[in-house]
């Protein structure tokens, strides 16, 4: 099946939506951080993430650089695969939102990557690469439980799209616990 492809207006109106969401949680203002994060449209992905959704770049290496990457940024592919695993985010926005996350932790480090109660909450430092050894029902979704970094993400995409508010399904004390940890630091940033 071929990618789909995201045009450059679908991530400019899903970005804006996006923003919305955050001014109304109270993360979109003039100190806001988020600020310094552009979200691009990316004609030709990285070529080692060329079946990614979006990406944010963490650190300019050289290739990134070289290909126009700048660290700090959010970048959507105008193709995205269709061949999506079990467990990835749903839609452009989520996608948007997601990256988001990565946004915060990375302009936010003292809340989030350098943080213990980061670590007491996810059950590893943001920048950990190995699995953390918790219960399925503790992860919003199956992508989540590959990283800490990206359990943070998802669990900071599904906070900005539900609004804040936790749907009672959600039983599970751990993933309880990372949802107030999202919200607190919202409210610190």
Avoid: C
């Amino acid at each position: 099946m071929p990618p789909f492809r995201i045009t450059f207006n679908q991530v400019n109106a899903a970005t804006l939506h996006v923003q919305r969401e955050f001014k109304k949680l109270g993360l979109w203002h003039e100190e806001s951080r988020l600020l310094e994060a552009n979200v691009y449209w990316d004609m030709i992905p990285q070529p080692d993430m060329w079946d990614a959704q979006g990406m944010f770049i963490h650190h300019s290496w050289i290739l990134d650089r070289m290909l126009g990457y700048k660290e700090g940024h959010i970048y959507i592919p105008q193709f995205m695969p269709t061949n999506l695993s079990p467990g990835t985010v749903f839609s452009l926005r989520d996608t948007i939102r997601h990256e988001y996350g990565h946004a915060f932790a990375h302009y936010y480090p003292e809340l989030t990557r350098k943080s213990q109660a980061f670590v007491d909450v996810f059950g590893a430092p943001y920048d950990s690469y190995d699995p953390v050894d918790m219960p399925e029902e503790a992860f919003f979704t199956t992508y989540a439980a590959g990283m800490p970094m990206e359990d943070f993400a998802e669990t900071f995409m599904f906070y900005i799209r539900r609004k804040g508010e936790l749907h009672r399904r959600y039983t599970n004390r751990l993933l309880k616990r990372k949802w107030k940890f999202v919200e607190r630091v919202i409210k610190q940033s």
